[in-house]
T-cell receptor, first 110, second 114 residues
Framework: GQQVMQIPQYQHVQEGEDFTTYCNSSTTLSNIQWYKQRPGGHPVFLIQ?????EVKKQKRLTFQFGEAKKNSSLHITATQTTDVGTYFC??????????FGPGTRLSVLP | NAGVTQTPKFRVLKTGQSMTLLCAQDMNHEYMYWYRQDPGMGLRLIHY???????AKGEVPDGYNVSRLKKQNFLLGLESAAPSQTSVYFCATDRGLSSNQPQHFGDGTRLSIL
């Protein structure tokens, strides 16, 4: 079946440093979603990418969909303590249910 | 407007006991999902429903049953709880009109099986 991997599993950064997490699928995707889960909370939808090579920005967050639509990345510029949490990608394999990656847990040291 | 409400929030069961988790939504969404979340494994789909009266198996359905008798409610049942079912359970909903709808999650149910 479809496998979705995320790297790294954990990332510790100093406040102000940049952060990137990568999501890789074993199959070509129709679209991909990103979610953020704060400690003790529930996943919250951030964004969806649909087009090959698409890049979207939300303030300090930049999301990119690979040209082959098999991978995606989330980059945070100048991290803040409010960025702490686990970031999940969720991959849609053309109409089948979304498959969530294992997540990248981000810690930001003040 | 509550969104997605899960009850109970916490529960401790003994092996072999049964229980039902309730998910209620007031967003008039068609699709509803039950996930379990375990450390390092992300969210895994247990069962889902694409509309009232329908259910389907997800990635890890064994040991669970579901029902969607009303559009706004999606119930997850454990007939005979096992320690391996200790997890955090999340319900999610989406509009279901196409494959690219964002999912809205409840706050989760933390379930421990002793």
């Amino acid at each position: 079946g479809q496998q979705v991997m995320q790297i790294p599993q954990y990332q510790h950064v100093q406040e102000g440093e940049d952060f990137t997490t990568y999501c890789n699928s074993s199959t070509t995707l129709s679209n991909i979603q990103w979610y953020k889960q704060r400690p003790g909370g529930h996943p919250v939808f951030l964004i969806q990418l649909v087009k090959s090579g698409e890049v979207k920005k939300q303030k300090r967050l930049t999301f990119q969909f690979g040209e082959a639509k098999k991978n995606s990345s989330l980059h945070i510029t100048a991290t803040q303590t409010t960025d702490v949490g686990t970031y999940f990608c969720a991959a849609d394999n053309y109409g089948q249910n979304f498959v969530f990656g294992p997540g990248t847990r981000l810690s930001v040291l003040p | 407007n509550a969104g997605v409400t899960q009850t109970p929030k916490f529960r401790v069961l003994k092996t072999g006991q049964s229980m039902t988790l309730l998910c209620a939504q007031d967003m008039n969404h068609e699709y509803m999902y039950w996930y379990r979340q375990d450390p390092g494994m992300g969210l895994r789909l247990i069962h889902y429903s694409v509309g009232e009266g329908t259910t389907a198996k997800g990635e890890v359905p064994d040991g669970y049953n579901v029902s969607r008798l009303k559009k706004q409610n999606f119930l997850l049942g454990l007939e005979s709880a096992a320690p391996s079912q200790t997890s955090v359970y999340f319900c999610a909903t989406d509009r279901g009109l196409s494959s690219n709808q964002p999912q809205h999650f409840g706050d989760g149910t933390r379930l421990s099986i002793l």
